[in-house]
């Protein structure tokens, strides 16, 4: 045993204690799966409430677990002894080695996340909205918009179906938006601490654009690049940019199209529009680019593939790789469904060495997709983990911002035109006027609600071999954040070395997500 470690002094003050009138507990309930599920309704909703840094010398920690805790806080002090705490394992952080910068964290504004928001009352509405994006809910800034219909809508739309209108004179917002969305992502913007960064998708381009005269199934635009019908399905973005602009709302970003290999695939069962990433980079460099250039949204940002990263680095290097498709192009955009198939070095890693001016993001992320693992599972924290896991891969990775999917979806998971039901982290139960968040919401909420806007990652690497899985940042304030995964089902302790400060005991329980923040000045 060192000697130091008779010195030790721990501090932990119960969390009651620490956090004001605005923490409350989760309300657990158990539908059969591996964890809980937190009943919130219109007069009650767990929340850790704003949390602010402790002072220097001391650090805060946050747990979620399989057992039950949910960002539940903790406080010590950091030991500032030369020599660790005697535990086995000791994660150090590198501040000096440092690589990309947050850009933001959040999820989308479906036509079925906004019905089901609005199906619930007013006052449970404006819980559910306050827990993802007001100073006391997660942290949420990004907010993707599908461009008119998508599977998670209940019909079958554009906002330009009128045959041959390639001016757009007919072009308007649908129902789903100017009642739905536009109202709710103003409720949203309007109880944030600071602007929202909208991201606007497209699924499919109206049916007389394209091949295959359907919004559905295989089909791409008509014609080629430079052509009619690419230019119309430009000025169409920029339209929608106006449309919405209209309303106070403006964009931080598009993306050129959602999954892009999906409306090449024979028989798509929903909204589709193929792409091949030649297409894509002479699309971007004659008609896109170009006319947002010329619109009165110049700087919006144009984020590239928009579906899974099995496609890269390929795609970044057809799209990419030319100049006159690159100087319109900010990011390139990711999607999780596959990644497991996928190792994030070869796939992420790469196209970041390869093009290191481009960012990556990702846009879109659900449980529940894949036929072996189907729809809601209310309390499971196995997709907690998928979605921790996902998350610190990608951030290790160069992702600089995380999108889960549908904000909210009712006990099927839908609804959705072609019952493409999913999970999310926010399951609404229109009868009981509740609202569950799921394990996935909180573990959102370790990455969201810590790493603000500008954080910057950070080195950061363990002493010897461990099933826990990491990551670290130092944030504007010079304070540091560090993630911690353990997907494994037992306990185990570890010590954070950060030579700015001194040493944090910590224990990682059995299936847990843990994160510890500390002021290094
Ligand atoms: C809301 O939930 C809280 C906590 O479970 C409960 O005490 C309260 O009665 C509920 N309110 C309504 C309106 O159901
Ligand atoms: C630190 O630990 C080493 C080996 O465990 C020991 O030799 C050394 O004296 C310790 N130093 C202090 C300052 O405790
Ligand atoms: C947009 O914002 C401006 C200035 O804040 C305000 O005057 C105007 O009423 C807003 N318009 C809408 C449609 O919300
Ligand atoms: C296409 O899909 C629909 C519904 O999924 C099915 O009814 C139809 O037979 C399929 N057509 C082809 C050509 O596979
Ligand atoms: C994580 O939990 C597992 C199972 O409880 C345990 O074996 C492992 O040591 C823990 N890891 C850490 C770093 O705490």
């Known amino acids: 045993m060192a000697p130091s470690r008779v010195l030790l002094v721990f501090v932990f003050i119960p969390a009651e204690l620490l956090l004001g009138s605005g923490s409350s507990k989760c309300v657990g309930r158990n539908f059969g799966h591996d964890s809980v599920a937190c009943e919130c309704n219109s007069t009650y909703c767990d929340s850790v409430g ?4 402790p002072p220097l010398g001391q650090y805060s920690t946050y747990l979620s677990s399989v057992a039950g805790s949910r960002l539940e806080a903790g406080r010590g002090r950091v030991q500032a002894q030369t020599n660790g705490t005697g535990s086995g394992l000791r994660l150090t952080v590198a501040s000096y080695q440092k690589y990309q910068r947050i850009r933001g964290f959040g999820g989308a504004m479906t036509d079925a996340a906004a019905i089901n928001i609005l199906s619930l009352s007013a006052g449970a509405q404006e819980q559910l909205l306050r827990q993802y994006f007001s100073s006391e809910g997660i942290g949420y800034s990004v907010v993707r918009v599908p461009m008119a219909s998508c599977d998670f809508s209940t019909r079958l739309y554009t906002y330009a179906d009128a045959p041959g209108d ?3 004179d007919n072009f308007m917002l ?8 536009i109202p709710l992502l103003q409720r949203a913007g309007a109880m944030s601490p600071r602007p929202l960064s909208l991201l606007a998708s497209a699924w499919s381009a109206p049916a007389w654009m394209k091949t295959n005269g359907a919004l559905t199934g295989k089909g791409s635009l008509k014609g080629q690049p430079g052509g009619k019908e690419h230019k119309a399905w430009a000025r169409y973005y920029v339209r929608f940019l106006e449309e919405y602009a209209k309303y106070n709302l403006t964009f931080w970003a598009l993306t050129t199209g959602n999954e ?8 798509y069962s929903f909204q589709a529009l193929g792409f091949t990433p030649e297409e894509q980079r002479d699309w971007v460099a004659l008609d896109l680019g170009p006319a947002l250039h010329a619109s009165s949204h110049p700087r919006t940002h144009v984020l590239i593939l928009d579906d899974n990263r099995l496609l890269l680095p390929y795609w970044a290097k057809v799209v990419l790789g030319d100049v006159h498709a690159g100087r319109y192009i900010h990011g390139v ?3 999780w469904y596959m990644d497991s198939f996928i190792p994030a070095g070869i796939s992420l890693g790469t196209t970041h060495r390869l093009y290191p001016e481009y960012y990556l993001f990702g846009t879109e992320a659900c449980a529940g997709w894949s036929p072996a693992d189907r729809g809601v599972k209310l309390g499971s924290w196995e997709r907690a983990e998928q979605y921790a896991h996902d998350i ?5 990775h160069y992702v600089v911002g995380w999108t889960d999917w549908n904000l ?5 998971g839908g609804p959705n035109w ?6 999310s982290p926010v399951i609404v139960d229109v009868e009981r006027d509740i609202f569950y968040k799921q394990p996935t919401f909180y573990s959102v909420a370790h990455f969201s609600k810590f790493l603000w806007a500008e954080s910057q990652r950070v080195g950061v690497s363990a002493s010897g071999a461990t099933p826990l899985e990491f990551t670290a940042f130092v944030r504007p304030d010079a304070s540091a954040v560090l993630i911690v995964l353990n997907r494994s089902s037992a306990e185990i302790q570890f010590e954070v070395w950060d030579p700015a400060v001194g040493y944090i005991p910590a224990t990682a329980p059995a299936r847990s997500l843990l994160t510890i923040a500390w002021n290094t000045r």
């Open 50 to 53: 704003s949390v602010t840094l």
């Open 166 to 168: 390639y001016d757009l």
């Open 174 to 181: 649908a129902p789903e938006d100017t009642n739905m969305k």
């Open 260 to 267: 892009p290999t999906a409306g090449r695939m024979t028989n």
């Open 333 to 335: 955009a990711v999607h």
């Open 392 to 396: 610190i891969e990608d951030l290790n």
């Open 408 to 412: 909210a979806l009712d006990r099927t």
């Open 418 to 423: 072609v019952k493409n039901f999913v999970d």
